[in-house]
């Protein structure tokens, strides 16, 4: 687990462009351990935003759908069982 981070502050930027963000999460100890999970992001299954009656949806399809990240979790995902589906929501 990365335990520092380097970054540049970018004051002009604009959040909601941001790709990726980060959380930090509680210094793990053996009764509250970090739990490793597979993070699944969907892209738009179509490229285009709505289908003319004489397009092929195989001319438009997106070659890749799913991407994968091995991240690592807080101890209340440990529950958790394979197939369970959750969506990580960010506050603050």
């Known amino acids: 687990a990365n335990t520092s981070i380097?970054?540049?502050?970018n004051l002009e930027g604009d959040f909601?462009?941001?790709?990726?963000?980060?959380?930090?999460?509680?210094?793990?100890?053996?009764?509250?351990?970090?739990?490793d999970v597979v993070l699944l992001d969907y892209d738009y299954l179509i490229t285009k935003k709505k289908l003319e009656e004489n397009d092929s949806v195989e001319d438009f399809a997106t070659p890749v759908t799913e991407f994968r990240e091995e991240?690592?979790?807080?101890?209340?995902?440990?529950?958790?069982?394979?197939?369970?589906i959750m969506q990580f929501e960010r506050k603050g």
Request: glycine share 6%.
């Open 16 to 35: 909601r462009k941001t790709k990726k963000k980060i959380t930090w999460l509680a210094q793990p100890t053996d009764e509250h351990p970090l739990v």
């Open 71 to 84: 991240a690592v979790a807080d101890v209340g995902v440990k529950d958790l069982k394979k197939g369970d």
């Open 6 to 9: 380097e970054m540049d502050l």
